[in-house]
């Protein structure tokens, strides 16, 4: 996730999806193999408060795949 001039930029695995879409503060949502949500702080803190949120770090061994993503200690 990269927040860059107040808009967050978070990679999603395919279940986070639907969760994330009906969010407050979603800007905007991409498709494909590899989605992608432009949020801002209170879609953050919306997203945060989920049952089961996790912030995961990416390996840079395997790039934007769901399967090297570990969670942050």
Known sequence: MDVV???ADA???DDQVDVVAGLPGV???TEGPLPNVFGTAAFLRAWAAQ???RL???STAR???GQCQRPVP
Do not use: H, I, W, Y
């Open 51 to 53: 049952p089961g949120f």
């Open 63 to 65: 790039p934007r795949s």
């Open 5 to 7: 001039g107040g808009v």
């Open 27 to 29: 800007l905007a949502m």
């Open 56 to 58: 995961l770090k990416q």
């Open 11 to 13: 990679e999603l695995l």
